[in-house]
């Protein structure tokens, strides 16, 4: 199933750096700035990450907050987040599950056969658990607009 603006976002229980299990719904006290990586420690989403950390302040005044989605295990995950001080969580889902309930499950990483991973996506949930944003690239080196975002998140939809 596609998931588009004015959808409910699928729940999830993900593992987080510490193995404590997150759900979507914890996070539904502000808007919801959600973040799928391609892979922990591979470049572009380093810098994707490492943007978001640098507009944390920014973001967190507009009244949201960032969570990070990998196919990575927690203790991969834990590494990339320790190596860069992300000052947000990056949940493991380590099956794919939320990342196919998402519909951004995409196969053969860089034509590596059989290595499936998320689409680089981001989607902004609000309070309600309703998708309000969605960016989806079927090219995993492609970075999202941070500034379509901010300036998303500034309209205060």
């Not at 996070?27 to 507009?55: G, M, N, Q, W, Y």
């Not at 680089?120 to 941070?146: A, C, H, M, Q």
Request: include cysteine; glycine fraction near 4%; charge should be negative.
């Amino acid at each position: 199933m596609v998931l588009n603006v004015g959808d409910s976002a699928p729940d999830f229980e993900l593992a987080d750096p510490d193995l404590k299990m997150r759900t979507l719904s914890e996070f539904l006290d502000k808007k919801l700035v959600l973040s799928f990586i391609v892979a922990a420690s591979s470049p572009v989403c380093e810098t994707e990450l490492c943007t978001f950390r640098d507009s944390w302040n920014e973001i967190s005044n507009l009244g949201a907050q960032i969570v990070a989605i990998s196919n990575d295990g927690p203790f991969a995950n834990k590494a990339f987040a320790e190596k860069n001080n992300f000052n947000f969580p990056i949940l493991s889902d380590y099956n794919s599950k939320t990342i196919r309930g998402y519909d951004i499950l995409a196969p053969d990483l860089l034509h590596l056969k059989d290595y499936n991973f998320a689409k680089r996506s981001v989607f902004i949930i609000d309070e309600n658990g309703t998708i309000v944003y969605k960016w989806v690239s079927e090219d995993p080196l492609k970075e999202p607009n941070y500034q379509e975002i901010i300036d998303f998140l500034k309209k205060g939809n």
